[in-house]
């Protein structure tokens, strides 16, 4: 049986405006306040330095540029300022979260670090905080770690955070997808030395683009500021003593932020329900959603996902940037799931695609908790462990359409398209 395509595309994640959002900007160009300085600026820099429990916050062109100025800042504090065309962070190891968007990894690259990265673990699909401890071991001189919290589920981060205290290395939190998500009842983005969010126009909430820098150091953030706005030092000339960046934030970026402030909590309700209805929907079938430790963390939910069964996984094999299956009564698999979401005129997307498997990083070490490289086949395969969680994720899972505007109807549509897949 074929089902009817929704005439109005189901998105994954698409921006989703409320009117206060044209308040704050009409009001920035009326008043002339159009450039990087401003009221929505200092505005969002407060409330979300609040929202979230840190003490200061610096608004940026996006969560790319947060993240870059959150290594440089801890890449300088760590081995001092580098010389005038080399990196903060030239030939050495950072520890990264594996499977998560590129642009966690790309800015210590910016930096001249040399990412390894660190495995994945089921039950939050972060990384993994025995792997970590193994990376030490390999890595001991290495002193910064940048952590994700993929899809909105906070990570083991009472784990990373004790490792990091033990081995003197620094954390940055990457809570670009995790906005309003909390652990232990503290707010993703508190646990970092330093913390980056996003608001990209597909996060949970948007600015269309931006994002910000978080941290308890008044000069820290100070820096980043001066950093971001060219490094230009206080004379009435152009004076400059660092390497600057055009990196700051809009003061009309900045009032569509304001505006969706207060939807918040409100886009996450959206978000979860979404979630649940899936789960709900999906009882007695061979996948499960993405998972979290309902204990001790409260995700934003901000993507759902879905994991088949490795049982009922038809097989597939990937070729020139295509992926092919070979359907098999009972059995799914992501690429087909896919199209028959797509069939019905509904987004999903792979899980993103773990770092250690990009050409582009295809030299980067990769840690798995039982060891690294070569080593990894022999330790592993002694004490049974996989050693390679981000692949199989990978494999059998896919982001499914999340967006909040979707309706509980659309949502049993697209529940029913994903039964037939079996
Ligand atoms: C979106 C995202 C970023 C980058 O944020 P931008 O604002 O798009 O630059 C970084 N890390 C993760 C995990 C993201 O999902």
Redesign the pocket.
């Not at 996006?62 to 993240?67: D, E, F, S």
């Given at each position: 049986m074929s089902i009817k395509p929704f005439e109005k595309r189901i998105w994954l994640s698409s921006p989703t405006m409320h009117g206060e959002e044209q308040k704050y900007t009409d009001e920035a160009i009326k008043t002339n306040w159009v450039s990087t300085v401003g009221e929505n600026i200092n505005e969002v820099e407060k409330r979300i330095a609040a929202k979230i429990g840190r003490k200061f916050a610096a608004g940026l062109s996006?969560?790319?540029?947060?993240?870059h100025m959150a290594v440089k800042l801890c890449g300088e504090k760590l081995y001092g300022r580098p010389a005038p065309g080399h990196g903060a962070l030239e030939g050495k190891k950072v520890f990264c979260s594996d499977m998560?968007?590129a642009?966690?990894v790309n800015p210590v690259v910016y930096e001249g670090g040399e990412p390894v990265f660190i495995d994945t673990e089921y039950e939050t699909w972060n990384m993994n905080p025995a792997a970590l401890s193994k990376a030490f071991e390999l890595y001991p001189e290495t002193r910064l770690v940048v952590l994700?919290?993929?899809y909105g589920t906070p990570a083991k981060i009472d784990g990373i955070v004790k490792i990091c205290k033990e081995h003197g290395a620094l954390l940055i939190e990457?809570a670009?997808?995790s906005l309003g998500a909390s652990y232990k009842g503290a707010q993703t983005g508190t646990f970092g030395d330093v913390s980056?969010i996003?608001?990209?126009g597909?996060?949970i909430i948007t600015g269309s683009?931006?994002?910000m820098l978080l941290t308890d150091l008044r000069e820290d953030c100070e820096k980043v500021k001066k950093w971001s706005t060219q490094s230009r030092e206080a004379a009435p000339w152009y004076q400059h003593e660092e390497l600057g960046y055009n990196y700051r934030m809009s003061n009309i970026i900045a009032g569509v932020v304001r505006g969706q402030i207060p939807y918040l909590e409100e886009h996450i309700a959206q978000k979860k329900a979404i979630y649940e209805r899936y789960k709900k929907g999906f009882s007695g079938l061979p996948l499960s959603m993405n998972p979290f430790d309902a204990e001790i963390s409260e995700p934003n939910f901000w993507l759902s996902c879905a994991i088949i069964d490795k049982n009922a996984l038809c097989r597939t094999e990937t070729y020139a940037l295509k992926t092919r299956y070979t359907k098999e009564k009972g059995k799914t698999c992501p690429a087909h799931i896919l199209d028959a979401l797509s069939a019905i005129n509904a987004e999903g997307r792979p899980i993103w695609k773990p770092m250690h498997l990009q050409p582009i990083y295809s030299r980067a070490p990769f840690v798995a908790a039982c060891g690294s490289g070569r080593e990894i086949t022999d330790a592993c395969v002694e004490k049974s462990v996989f050693y390679d969680v981000g692949a199989d994720i990978f494999k059998r899972g896919l982001c499914l359409p999340s967006d909040n505007k979707m309706t509980p109807e659309e949502q049993s549509v697209i529940i029913e398209a994903i039964k037939e897949c079996f």
């Open positions: 996006c969560g790319t540029a947060a993240l998560t968007f642009a966690t994700a919290h993929l990457d670009a997808e980056a996003s608001f990209n597909n996060k683009s931006g994002g």
